[in-house]
């Protein structure tokens, strides 16, 4: 017998799981087409060069590629992609011409990461990416958190907050302060804000990063001075809030011009997302969001559900100013931003916000012990003609084995007809939950009858 | 510069190809989850001993496998899936306990297969596979066919056939000719019918396979007698056709007990279907037809399109004794079918089925110079909270530029708000195949004119 495990960092996703991702799939899908976005698919299988091709990944990143080769094929030549970043800078890149600009795209796939299996890291997972390539418009900015909003709020996701910045202000801010050559460290410190808190960023502000992050550190001793450390950390902390913040930081850095420039666009971003009837409280300012050092120029998103924030950002973004200058000599502008399929889902599992259930149909129509089979399969078709989802059992077992079956997995009705209901050319409708049954109800009244219980059912 | 091109053998799917797919894909899952079959999801990396373990994949398979290695990692640990079955025997033997039997799943996933690149061919492709494990139930034989009828019906093919067989009565023709120790190379002969003709069938029939089979050629030789020979293709090419099959077949085999059992079946299938509303002419019975050699021990189905049969089935799959012997003790037997996606859509789009477009959506909302861009978001917003899909042009780029973008991607309608329309509140709705413009409809009247206007198109 050959062990039936998954390799290390991998996982089986059971029908329980399953049911309420593929339903949140189709739900994005949904609200991501609805904006004009097109879906495209790149394979899985890339070839090395476009992933490792320099700056396209971290060496972090690189660490973690897997390999691909087939049986007489050479090493080194392919590899499984780690995001869906990369391919679609590749995609973009050779279609172009083409697929014409302004180019909006959505993706959802696996990617994969051979990172230390942890709990909640998993080495292959899910990405749910969109895109507008080929604009600087202001527009597609907004409307990158306007289909994030649309989405979660699609999906079901009660509560969330999406939260704002334009990378121009926080380089304003360090070019006022005279230390713009120190951005990289600077980013790397106030990123960990959350994590560390003010003291512990301060000291790192101070002293340059501390020797924890390997082969990171040479060089940056005595960062900032105490004054500077302490003006950037004031500025972050009170940079935190609604509209308001943007007055605010209109009166400190508005003749700076790239500051100003962000600041409008942060300005234009909340009309048009008002516009858009966006809430105002999902949405959030925060100048102290960076979201990585290198990739985004413009705007970006981090997306947080209140009271969860420790699941860390479930949809982040931003807009970039070149997507695929490793495959092609005309410059992309672009923004878009990423759901986090896993991490939403086990975010909403921990807060109860998914119906269990392990099936997809609310109906059991039964298979009667000496009742042709072709009146259980008769009755289900015209259920499903309704619209409403019914499974046949598929043997004449004990009905009591096709009931358990049924109330186990999570049917709401099963539909009965034994040999005497067969006669008279009627039904019984037994709820599974409360085992309550309706007696001798005629098939004509098949659809409607069961509806009705539904309707009861959900209305309870 | 990075060549941007993807590796020999995997390919990039553009949203004219995507659009129509994911239509598919969506019905599909639709179909699948009417009945009561569940989603579940295993990792595209499997451990090289799943897929490999003896028997599970042939000779050919194993040499097309992708190995998958991390850095650090030990070759030959890991490998891409090939198919979805090996993980689904996999996956069911681990979780069999908690999920409980009969089990109904289904699977929509990329396979790899090293195969050598030619037209048509892809190193990489989708499978859409549905089975019901843990049951011996006819009603699920029935089901099966019933499912592939539904889902294609569903997916918008209009024309289709669905051939059934039983091993067994095939079976219990060899065993009543003496030659039951044949059945391999008889069947792997009778399989090249339609490609080859009667005359070659015949004469490998009686030589055995000729040498071009590598490695398979020995000690085949006169494997039948003429009289042998003609009586196998006779009945072959008798047993083709409607019902009137089953009677011609009970006459001649109905004494053998095997052969007895597999006309039984296929008799309460083909009831059952008619039971389901399956019209007659969408069935076929087919004895000769085997789907390969040792896996399928019932009902096999296989389904072809009138006229485009050289794309061969687009739908086959059939019953199995047991599903996981290699990873469990526990005898899984089971039924199920396979659609091929990809060669499903390029026999339509060949013919003609397919609508083509590059847009998600039938709306542009133009983004007119001068004019504040909440407003096309507005209108946009409320088309689509009354379920109509609709695009905003990310730039208040001249106008033309963006009617351009619109007819060139297939977009039917441009909702244009320009600064004398802003004032009166009203807009102009162009149609841009025939660029026919409707002047001065009140922004109240957005969701009515535009829902008729679409109508029209439609009746046109």
Excluded at 210 to 215: L, N, Q, T, V
Excluded at 245 to 258: I, K, Y
Excluded at 370 to 377: E, F, N, S, T
């Amino acid at each position: 017998m050959i062990d039936p495990r998954v390799a290390s960092g991998l996982r089986d996703l059971l029908p329980s799981v399953m049911i309420p991702r593929e339903r949140m799939l189709a739900s994005f899908r949904r609200t991501f087409a609805s904006f004009g976005y097109v879906p495209v698919e790149t394979p899985h299988i890339e070839r090395m060069e476009v992933l490792t091709g320099k700056g396209a990944g971290s060496d972090e990143v690189l660490r973690q590629i897997f390999e691909v080769t087939n049986t007489g094929g050479t090493r080194g030549e392919l590899a499984l992609r780690f995001d869906l970043t990369v391919p679609l800078a590749r995609f973009v890149a050779r279609h172009v011409n083409d697929l014409g600009t302004p180019f909006k795209r959505y993706a959802i796939g696996s990617v994969f990461r051979g990172e230390r299996p942890a709990k909640g890291r998993f080495r292959e997972f899910v990405q749910c990416d969109f895109d507008t390539v080929g604009t600087e418009g202001v527009v597609a900015d907004a409307e990158t958190a306007q289909v994030i909003h649309d989405a979660l709020d699609a999906a079901g996701v009660p509560e969330f907050t999406i939260t704002l910045n334009n990378r121009k202000v926080l380089n304003g801010l360090l070019d006022t302060l005279g230390i713009a050559d120190k951005t990289g460290p600077v980013l790397r410190a106030l990123d960990k804000l959350a994590k560390i808190g003010r003291e512990k960023v301060l000291g790192e502000l101070r002293r340059g990063e501390s020797g924890e992050a390997e082969g990171e550190s040479s060089g940056r001793s005595a960062l900032l001075t105490e004054d500077q450390a302490r003006q950037v950390l004031d500025f972050v902390e009170q940079g935190r809030g609604g509209p308001e913040v943007l007055d605010w930081v209109e009166q400190r850095l508005g003749a700076h011009p790239r500051a100003a420039e962000g600041i409008a666009n942060l300005r234009t971003i909340l009309a048009l997302l008002d516009a858009a009837g966006v809430r105002r409280h999902r949405l959030a300012i925060d100048l102290g969001l960076a979201r990585g050092l290198d990739y985004y120029t413009g705007v970006v998103f981090e997306t947080t559900v209140p009271g969860w924030e420790r699941f860390g950002s479930i949809a982040s973004g931003g807009r970039y100013d070149n997507l695929a200058s490793l495959f092609t000599e005309r410059r992309l502008p672009g923004v878009g931003a990423s759901i986090g399929l896993d991490r939403l889902l086990a975010l909403m599992e921990e807060a109860g916000w998914l119906e269990g259930t392990s099936t997809t149909v609310p109906i059991l129509v039964a298979n009667f012990p000496g009742v042709d089979p072709a009146i259980p399969i008769r009755l289900a078709g015209r259920l499903r003609a309704s619209g409403v989802g019914a499974e046949v059992f598929p043997e004449p077992l004990q009905i009591g084995k096709q009931m358990g079956y049924g109330s186990s997995r999570g049917h709401k009705l099963a539909v009965i007809v034994g040999p005497d209901e067969r006669a008279r050319q009627v039904f019984n409708l037994r709820d599974l939950a409360t085992r309550e049954e309706r007696r001798g109800i005629a098939w004509d009244d098949l659809e409607s009858a069961v509806k009705n219980a539904l309707d009861q059912i959900e209305g309870t």
